[in-house]
């Protein structure tokens, strides 16, 4: 059981631990980890596209999980997709794309593992709609803490599955999964842009007809102050059909971006960042984006940040913190009117900040998403002072009766997150059935008293 110690970080680079990394080759090696690993916690690890400290274990062992990466079997009938838990959503795509099949729900990147995507049970921009991972998730086999293999699903040791959902790794490590993909006509989309010149006239905007679209999200410059509070960029799309395309497309309906000369939304900026060159972006964008419908590939629409390997680089050395919330409606609008004002008065710039709106909540005992908006922005680590303006969101946050994102956070308080997450006993009993010694442990969890320091 060879191990490297070793630091290792989140998507945002803060914070940094060291810790154990092991890199099974086998589920026979996995097991051995899970049964004689001599450190007393460990986490599983995908892309390590988290942003935060849910991946890392800080003095312990992390299992960073990539070898297990088999595409398993698929019904073309049905779009039901068997795979291990490494298997990325970019894989995915790759293989399935051009045989008509989409990934139902995804997030901003596809550099994430199927295990990662249940762990943190993920949204996309088509939560209104198609809800959360959960949605498209049929079963997994997940080993646990004893060195069992349970498969879990909603007939079938369903208290593990609604609890693995969205837990964080914290009740083993999840082999392999069964999905159900979406079926589409082509890999283009078909895209109204539309601005709004406030946080009202989005909202208004949003909750007028964000239904007649599969996806949703808006761009919003969260440094525009006063009358322009809010003000935004909503792109909205569903899946284009053949019709939609160019006559000259459709003999290759599925074929990649190049053929359709589709662009991204916007270019990302060579430029430092500092909040006299975020402010000029941000302002930029707004004013040069004009209304209107496009017709784009699916990479452009969904993982425009994608294009740009390492781009969490552009923040330097001490990282950066991603901050996601989500806010129910009755409050959304005050809620998000006193994070945008915290941020701007106190010239936090966020080089992108979107919204988007939540539907139904999953029956995942700890997932993010609930009925309601959500806002997400990333902040330059800039030390003690970033994490306190991330206190200040997180107080209005809890006030307003929302709860932020593990998968973004490193910084909430443990008192907090029992206020914003009210499964959080229902887990602990779960969790407790399940891995009594707090094996699976996390940075994280420990930080935020999901698990016991070990
Ligand atoms: C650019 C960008 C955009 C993003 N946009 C969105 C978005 O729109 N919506 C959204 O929901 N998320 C979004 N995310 C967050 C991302 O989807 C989640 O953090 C996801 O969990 C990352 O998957 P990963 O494979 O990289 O997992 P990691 O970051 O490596 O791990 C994340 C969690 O999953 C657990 N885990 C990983 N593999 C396993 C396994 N096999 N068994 C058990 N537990 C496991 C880990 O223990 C950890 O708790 C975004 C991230 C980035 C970088």
């Given at each position: 059981?060879?191990?490297?110690?070793?630091?290792?970080?989140?998507?945002?680079?803060?914070?940094?631990?060291?810790?154990?990394?092991?890199?099974?080759?086998?589920?026979?090696?996995?097991?051995?980890?899970?049964?004689?690993?001599?450190?007393?916690?460990?986490?599983?690890?995908?892309?390590?596209?988290?942003?935060?400290?849910?991946?890392?274990?800080?003095?312990?062992?992390?299992?960073?999980?990539?070898?297990?990466?088999?595409?398993?079997?698929?019904?073309?009938?049905?779009?039901?997709?068997?795979?291990?838990?490494?298997?990325?959503?970019?894989?995915?795509?790759?293989?399935?794309?051009?045989?008509?099949?989409?990934?139902?729900?995804?997030?901003?990147?596809?550099?994430?593992?199927?295990?990662?995507?249940?762990?943190?049970?993920?949204?996309?921009?088509?939560?209104?709609?198609?809800?959360?991972?959960?949605?498209?998730?049929?079963?997994?086999?997940?080993?646990?803490?004893?060195?069992?293999?349970?498969?879990?699903?909603?007939?079938?040791?369903?208290?593990?599955?609604?609890?693995?959902?969205?837990?964080?790794?914290?009740?083993?490590?999840?082999?392999?999964?069964?999905?159900?993909?979406?079926?589409?006509?082509?890999?283009?989309?078909?895209?109204?842009?539309?601005?709004?010149?406030?946080?009202?006239?989005?909202?208004?905007?949003?909750?007028?007809?964000?239904?007649?679209?599969?996806?949703?999200?808006?761009?919003?410059?969260?440094?525009?102050?006063?009358?322009?509070?809010?003000?935004?960029?909503?792109?909205?799309?569903?899946?284009?059909?053949?019709?939609?395309?160019?006559?000259?497309?459709?003999?290759?309906?599925?074929?990649?971006?190049?053929?359709?000369?589709?662009?991204?939304?916007?270019?990302?900026?060579?430029?430092?960042?500092?909040?006299?060159?975020?402010?000029?972006?941000?302002?930029?964008?707004?004013?040069?984006?004009?209304?209107?419908?496009?017709?784009?590939?699916?990479?452009?629409?969904f993982y425009p940040l994608d294009r740009v390997h390492h781009w969490n680089r552009i923040y330097g050395r001490r990282g950066m913190l991603q901050?996601?919330?989500?806010?129910?409606?009755?409050?959304?609008?005050?809620?998000?009117?006193?994070?945008?004002e915290e941020l701007s008065s106190t010239r936090r710039a966020s080089f992108l900040a979107v919204l988007k709106s939540f539907g139904a909540a999953?029956?995942?005992?700890?997932?993010?998403?609930?009925?309601?908006?959500?806002?997400?922005?990333?902040?330059?680590?800039?030390?003690?002072?970033?994490?306190?303006?991330?206190?200040?969101?997180?107080?209005?946050?809890?006030?307003?009766?929302?709860?932020?994102?593990?998968?973004?956070?490193?910084?909430?308080?443990?008192?907090?997150?029992?206020?914003?997450?009210?499964?959080?006993?229902?887990?602990?009993?779960?969790?407790?059935?399940?891995?009594?010694?707090?094996?699976?442990s996390s940075s994280q969890a420990r930080r935020l008293g999901l698990a016991e320091a070990p």
């Amino acid at each position: 059981m060879r191990h490297v110690s070793r630091a290792v970080s989140g998507w945002g680079n803060y914070p940094v631990a060291q810790c154990d990394v092991y890199r099974p080759e086998t589920r026979a090696d996995l097991a051995e980890i899970v049964a004689r690993a001599p450190q007393s916690s460990l986490i599983a690890r995908g892309l390590g596209r988290s942003y935060g400290d849910a991946a890392l274990n800080a003095g312990h062992a992390v299992i960073q999980s990539d070898r297990l990466d088999r595409l398993l079997s698929f019904d073309p009938e049905g779009g039901v997709l068997a795979c291990e838990a490494a298997v990325s959503l970019a894989e995915i795509l790759d293989v399935f794309l051009p045989r008509g099949f989409f990934f139902p729900v995804t997030p901003g990147t596809k550099f994430i593992t199927v295990g990662g995507a249940i762990a943190a049970d993920v949204h996309g921009k088509n939560h209104h709609r198609s809800g959360s991972m959960a949605a498209s998730l049929l079963d997994f086999q997940l080993l646990t803490a004893r060195g069992d293999v349970l498969t879990c699903s909603r007939e079938e040791n369903a208290d593990l599955f609604w609890a693995t959902l969205g837990g964080m790794g914290l009740t083993g490590v999840i082999l392999e999964a069964r999905l159900q993909l979406r079926p589409v006509d082509t890999a283009a989309m078909v895209v109204d842009q539309e601005k709004a010149r406030d946080l009202d006239a989005v909202l208004e905007r949003c909750a007028e007809s964000d239904d007649d679209y599969d996806y949703s999200v808006s761009w919003i410059d969260c440094l525009a102050r006063g009358r322009s509070l809010g003000r935004s960029i909503l792109l909205r799309a569903n899946h284009a059909a053949l019709e939609d395309l160019p006559a000259s497309a459709r003999a290759e309906p599925y074929a990649p971006q190049r053929r359709l000369q589709l662009s991204v939304p916007f270019t990302l900026p060579s430029f430092t960042l500092n909040p006299v060159s975020v402010r000029a972006f941000n302002t930029g964008i707004y004013h040069v984006h004009r209304s209107g419908r496009t017709v784009r590939d699916c990479d452009g629409y969904f993982y425009p940040l994608d294009r740009v390997h390492h781009w969490n680089r552009i923040y330097g050395r001490r990282g950066m913190l991603q901050y996601q919330c989500a806010l129910p409606h009755e409050s959304a609008r005050q809620g998000l009117v006193e994070v945008l004002e915290e941020l701007s008065s106190t010239r936090r710039a966020s080089f992108l900040a979107v919204l988007k709106s939540f539907g139904a909540a999953s029956e995942g005992v700890l997932s993010f998403p609930r009925p309601g908006f959500t806002l997400a922005l990333d902040l330059p680590y800039t030390g003690p002072d970033a994490l306190a303006a991330l206190a200040r969101l997180d107080r209005i946050v809890a006030r307003h009766g929302g709860n932020v994102y593990l998968a973004k956070d490193a910084c909430l308080d443990p008192q907090l997150f029992r206020d914003m997450y009210p499964g959080l006993e229902r887990f602990r009993e779960i969790k407790d059935k399940v891995d009594p010694e707090h094996r699976f442990s996390s940075s994280q969890a420990r930080r935020l008293g999901l698990a016991e320091a070990p």
